[in-house]
């Protein structure tokens, strides 16, 4: 029985956000499909995690016996977050783009759960978990497009999950979102009404794909 790990992060809710609607079609056909697996959620807008602070990170370089009070206590979320991790059979994460990057709310996620020695260096406790990221953005940031170099969403995240912490990523790109909003984007409309189903198309394959993967 398989557990799926699913993290939103957007600041809107679900009738007004691409990357959860997009997250919500992954689980929906997952859920479908694997009906007796397990789903583990965390909205990081709803419910934010501690940002890392001195107490937190420095107690993942001491032994847990020399611990302050202090580093115990932000240590004990930290390795909450990281059991979620390493014992998700896959990953799906909603990371809408915010001023070229991501959430604030997802980097302190990943913030926590990087923890050398352990998820990543040479270890890597979670390696080889599939993690699909639903990577939205109001416009397109695609090679060829004038934007292409302020792409920093797939790089970052393709770093910390995939070379930080050994996933297998795998990317569901919705883009040119603010169209329907932006009168100077008026013309792009067809051109997101294609990615937008372009990406609930890939998030039903994938979630497919991705039960039969852990089915076999």
């Known amino acids: 029985m398989a557990t799926l790990l699913h993290i939103d992060s957007s600041l809107f809710p679900a009738e007004a956000s691409a990357s959860r609607a997009v997250t ?43 611990h302050t009070p202090e580093q115990a206590s932000a240590f004990a979320e930290r390795v909450r977050l990281i059991e979620e991790l390493e014992q998700a059979d896959a990953v799906l994460i909603g990371a809408p783009m915010y001023n070229f990057t991501v959430p604030s709310t997802l980097k302190a996620w990943l913030d926590n759960v990087v923890l050398m020695g352990r998820t990543a260096g040479e270890t890597q406790s979670a390696k080889g978990t599939p993690v699909t990221v639903v990577a939205s953005r109001g416009g397109s940031y695609e090679p060829g497009t004038p934007r292409e170099d302020f792409e920093y969403v797939r790089n970052y995240l393709g770093a910390v999950l995939g070379t930080g912490l050994g996933l297998d990523v795998d990317f569901i790109v919705p883009e040119l979102t603010m169209a329907p909003q932006n009168p100077a984007m008026a013309e792009l409309v067809p051109l997101y009404e294609a990615s937008r189903d372009r990406a609930l198309e890939q998030a039903a394959t994938k979630a497919g794909q991705l039960v039969e993967r852990l089915a076999a």
């Open 24 to 66: 919500a079609a992954f689980r929906k056909h997952w859920e479908e499909q694997h009906p007796e697996g397990t789903v583990v959620y965390r909205d990081l807008n709803a419910e934010p995690v501690p940002h890392i602070t001195a107490a937190s990170h420095t107690a993942g370089f001491v032994d847990p016996a020399a």
